[in-house]
């Protein structure tokens, strides 16, 4: 039989940074907050959040009956590559968490540590990473980390640079503690935001958050268009101000599944069509089933609008009778923008 000792060295010789456990138990104070912001609108229709079966998703139970622990894996991805961003642009900068696919990477590496239990105890094993599983509220239950203020979790080592991912089991394993740890007096984060989307300390409005705007399909607003900049996908500038993350040491890439990088050329976007575009850049988060491809057209013609660059006003004129009405205001806007630079 396998114990947490044992589990934690192997789950480490297997590449997995911070290995910690949890019960599985339900998440009661989280049950209440998920339906109390979405009353008060702070989610967009298109949210994960919005869309569930609530007691569903808090009490793991209810899926499966037999669950006793939550073994959390977690990978940090902050690495020393360079980033060439300079030749065929503008480009349109990539969130760094999704570079690459490290969920995958984590998934993989969870499901040799499970090939384990399963031989070693005849456990069952459920694996997890970005998935249907409260991870945030998991994480810091068992204590890979506490909340910053902007709604993510911090761990000592690896900052807020880092993926999660499950392993929910019927094996009895004593539970980690939470840490007695938080952000103190710092707001950092809440005054760097460019639109203030941190409305409150760990409250986040997602209908002014550009990581989740990013891949949500539907006009975004001019206050919010113009501190847009030139991202594409995502959004870290919460992370990137935040202390914590300072001293956190870059590792080499753990992995290149589904690798694109920091950054794309905004123009080959605007070009491309989906098909193409999902096979040319397959399994990473931003050719995710869920990502709307129409967002990130839009994305791209408020990433080129914002160089101020005159010599863009044709290719975003060619957008403005676009058959799709958001990509057609978004490309009037664009040129209204670029205009008044
Ligand atoms: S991800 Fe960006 S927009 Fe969203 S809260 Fe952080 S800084 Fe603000
Ligand atoms: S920037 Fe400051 S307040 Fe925000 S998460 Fe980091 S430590 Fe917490």
């Not at 977690?74 to 590559?81: C, K, V």
Request: aromatic content about 10%.
């Amino acid at each position: 039989m396998i114990d947490e000792t044992e589990l934690k060295k192997l789950g480490r010789e297997f590449g997995i940074d911070v290995i910690r456990i949890a019960q599985a138990r339900s998440f009661t104070t989280l049950a209440k907050i998920i339906p109390a912001q979405k009353k008060k609108g702070l989610y967009l229709d298109s949210d994960y959040l919005s869309n569930i079966d609530v007691e569903r998703f808090c009490n793991i139970q209810v899926r499966f009956p037999w669950a006793k622990s939550i073994i959390i894996g977690a990978l940090g991805y902050l690495t020393s590559e360079e980033i060439p961003l300079n030749e065929n642009g503008p480009y349109g900068i990539i969130a760094r968490y999704t570079w690459r696919n490290y969920y995958l990477e984590l998934k993989k590496r969870l499901k040799r540590l499970a090939q384990v239990i399963k031989k070693e105890s005849r456990a069952k094993c459920r694996i997890f990473s970005n998935g249907s599983i409260p991870e945030k509220p998991l994480a810091r239950k068992s204590g890979v980390g506490y909340y910053g203020k902007n709604g993510i979790i911090i761990n000592k080592e690896f900052g807020s640079w880092m993926v999660f991912g499950e392993i929910v089991t019927d094996l009895k394993l004593t539970p980690d503690t939470e840490l007695e740890i938080d952000c103190g007096d710092c707001d950092k984060c809440i005054a760097a935001c460019p639109t203030g989307a941190i409305i409150k300390p760990y409250i986040i409005d997602n209908t002014r958050c550009i990581q989740a705007l990013s891949g949500w399909y539907g006009p975004i607003p001019d206050r919010i268009a113009k501190v847009w900049g030139n991202r594409l996908y995502g959004c870290t500038t919460c992370q990137d101000v935040c202390p914590k993350n300072r001293d956190v040491k870059p590792q080499p890439p753990k992995s290149d599944i589904g690798y694109v990088g920091p950054g794309l050329p905004l123009l080959k976007i605007l070009d491309i069509e989906e098909d193409e575009y999902r096979r040319k850049y397959p399994k990473n988060q931003i050719t995710a089933s869920w990502i709307d491809f129409r967002a990130i057209k839009r994305n791209a013609l408020i990433g080129i609008s914002n160089t101020k660059d005159n010599r863009f006003l044709p290719v975003l004129k060619k957008f403005t009778n676009h058959p799709d009405p958001v990509i057609a205001q978004t490309a009037h806007w664009a040129i209204n923008n670029l205009n008044n630079g």
